[in-house]
């Protein structure tokens, strides 16, 4: 008899079910416009996606047989397939990038259903088998950066709100940060300490000034 293979989505039918499911939402809630609604829409968004594209958990897993010395025997150690989680990444990115959305670990797990906890072990605890996985845990946190900063360059969101993210996730050094304030302030002192002193050398001396005057009302 001859065995029936199940059927095994591909980026493309992945995508253009993301695509079909998006405008589906914004249909149903009468958004004209995807670009003027806020982040928490867009995550809502990515829900409904998931549970229309994504309802089986199985879908990124690994259908076929590999070799690991951590698995008794030939199989598929029950491992993600990173080159198509990696392609359905990228289209993430491209869309959150159409529509001047943040990128992020949490989104993408908002999308595909795979736990944002897992996608940090890819990027923090790498292993043989999740190489793949660390690259794309590393490209999540590239474009998180990256919208984050033209949503500082474009004006449209709260600066003093996105600078703080960006000291927080990546480090950016801040103006607003009371460390920041600091060095600028011991900066900017020892910078005009001899200033200061050069201004005291160049007061008039006013001491036997005032002592002869002391002496002309005594006398």
Same mark, same amino acid.
């Given at each position: 008899? $001859? ?20 405008? #589906?939402? +914004? ?24 549970? $229309? ?23 598929? +150690? ?16 491209? /869309? +959150? ?8 670990? #949490? !989104? ?14 890819? !990027?923090?605890?790498?292993? $043989? /088998? ?7 845990? &590393? ?11 033209? &949503? #500082? ?10 600078? @703080? ?21 011991? @900066? /900017? ?7 200061? !002193? ?7 001396? &006013? ?7 002391? +002496?002309?009302?005594?006398?």
């Amino acid at each position: 008899m $001859e065995k029936v293979t199940d059927f095994q989505p591909d980026q493309e039918f992945f995508e253009t079910n993301i695509d079909m499911y998006l405008r #589906l939402y +914004c249909e149903r809630r009468n958004i004209e416009d995807m670009r003027k609604e806020s982040q928490s829409i867009w995550n809502a968004a990515l829900m409904f996606i998931r549970r $229309e594209v994504f309802r089986d958990r199985e879908a990124f897993r690994n259908k076929n047989l590999i070799t690991d010395t951590n698995c008794i025997m030939n199989s598929t +150690c029950n491992t993600y397939n990173y080159d198509l989680i990696d392609r359905v990444c990228d289209h993430y990115i491209y /869309l +959150c990038m159409e529509y001047e959305k943040e990128i992020s670990v #949490l !989104g993408f797990s908002n999308l595909t259903g795979i736990p944002d906890g897992t996608i940090y072990d890819w !990027g923090y605890n790498p292993r $043989e /088998l999740s190489r793949k996985g660390s690259e794309i845990h &590393k490209k999540l946190l590239k474009y998180n950066e990256e919208s984050l900063e033209n &949503k #500082l360059a474009s004006g449209k969101a709260n600066p003093v709100g996105v600078i @703080a993210i960006l000291n927080r996730r990546h480090g950016w050094a801040s103006p607003y940060t009371a460390d920041s304030n600091r060095q600028r302030t011991q @900066a /900017l002192t020892a910078e005009q300490l001899p200033q200061l !002193g050069q201004t005291t050398r160049e007061l008039p001396d &006013k001491t036997q000034d005032i002592v002869d005057s002391n +002496c002309k009302t005594t006398t």
